[in-house]
């Protein structure tokens, strides 16, 4: 493993570059699952999407509650991030 380097990963559909630190830590996940890599990042896109989805449900709620207007009082449709 390259420490402090980071590192490419490509297949058909995507291409990713990890920094030394996330590709350390997905090397890690690979050797206590036996799982491959890109299932591993694949798993964690999703998972982060789905977070993503929930968080912006929660926030479309909150704001339909108060009435269509986000905090600071506009109505434009806004992400939260």
Partial sequence: M?????????????????????????????????S????????AVEEGIERIEQRLAQVWIENFSQGGQNEDG???DTLPF
């Fill in 36 to 43: 491959k890599k890109h299932f591993v990042i694949l798993r």
């Fill in 2 to 34: 390259m420490r402090n380097k980071a590192v490419s990963f490509a297949t058909k559909a995507f291409m990713l570059h990890l920094p030394a630190e996330l590709d350390d830590r997905v090397e890690k996940i690979c050797r206590l699952t036996g």
């Fill in 74 to 76: 506009s109505s434009e």
